[in-house]
């Protein structure tokens, strides 16, 4: 496994268990196990360490889709290559071909990957909520409760289909 990868994955894994820590004595406060507990401490840094934990995924994601996307330029690239016909090439349209070419890329490297495109789209949709809550972007409660939605059902889907599951190599 890569360096960055195994970095982000262990840093947010580090969050997270510091969020359940935090989350944990907020659950002893609430049952009333203690009294010498401030509440709003304890959910801004739980908040905060569960924001943590979804940006290091993200990077991780991150990480991933830039090297699939790289396989598949180099995959194309071998197809041109054997290809017999040349390339069309345009000066007007360089600005917008670039940008086709990019998003045309990212979709395919995420077709390629079903399980990165599920962990990534899980991920964005939960860091609406920790966004939400430290006031970084405020946003509808509708809309994070929208994410909230499209995050179980990515998550219900690794579930019913481990496969598609995002693997660490």
Not at 122 to 141: F, R, T, V
Request: hydrophobic share 45%; proline share 4%.
């Amino acid at each position: 496994m890569d360096l960055v990868p195994r970095l982000c994955l262990t840093l947010a894994n580090l969050n997270r268990v510091v969020y359940y820590i935090c989350d944990t004595v907020l659950w002893v406060k609430s049952v009333g196990l203690t009294s010498g507990v401030t509440r709003e401490k304890w959910q801004m840094w739980a908040t905060r360490h569960y924001y943590y934990f979804l940006l290091l995924s993200l990077a991780r994601d991150l990480y991933e889709i830039l090297l699939q996307m790289e396989r598949v330029a180099r995959d194309r690239a071998k197809r041109e290559k054997s290809s017999r016909d040349p390339p069309g090439y345009s000066v007007v349209t360089e600005d917008i071909d670039w940008l086709q070419s990019f998003l045309l890329l990212l979709f395919q490297s995420l077709k390629r990957h079903p399980p990165l495109l599920l962990d990534t789209v899980k991920n964005l949709c939960d860091i609406l909520i920790p966004l939400n809550h430290l006031g970084i972007y405020k946003s509808n409660l509708g809309v994070v409760g929208l994410g909230g939605l499209v995050s179980s059902v990515a998550g219900l889907i690794t579930i019913v289909c481990p496969q598609l599951k995002l693997k660490t190599h």
